[in-house]
């Protein structure tokens, strides 16, 4: 069993900067692929960024490429998604889970609001 929890989160303007944090507990969290996900109000949860067990390999949705980066610390059992140039169209809320995602796995997730 793996339990995610996601943090930081919150309100900035247009044109700023977040850095999400997702900790993991439990079996190895070296051995998962990680994703971050996110959810707008009506609208169908999407990945937004992926990373593979080693971090050798990434992937970013169209509409986050050059402006989102995904990392990984498995030492520390932590993914990151550090967030740049935000656009209200990023407000939603975002969660980790392993890649492809584990219906057991998801965790509260991390607010984001991007206002214009």
């Known amino acids: 069993q793996v339990q995610l929890v996601e943090s930081g989160g919150g309100l900035v303007q247009a044109g700023g900067s977040l850095r999400l944090s997702c900790t993991a507990s439990g079996r190895t969290f070296s051995s998962y692929a990680m994703g971050w996900f996110r959810q707008a109000p009506g609208k169908e949860r999407e990945l937004v960024a992926a990373i593979s067990m080693k971090a050798a390999n990434t992937y970013y949705a169209d509409s986050v490429k050059g402006r989102f980066t995904i990392s990984r610390d498995n030492a520390k059992n932590t993914v990151y998604l550090q967030m740049n140039s935000l656009k209200p169209n990023d407000t939603a809320v975002y969660y980790c889970?392993?890649?492809?995602?584990?219906?057991?796995?998801w965790g509260q997730g991390t607010q984001v609001t991007v206002s214009a």
């Open positions: 889970n392993c890649n492809p995602p584990v219906r057991q796995y």
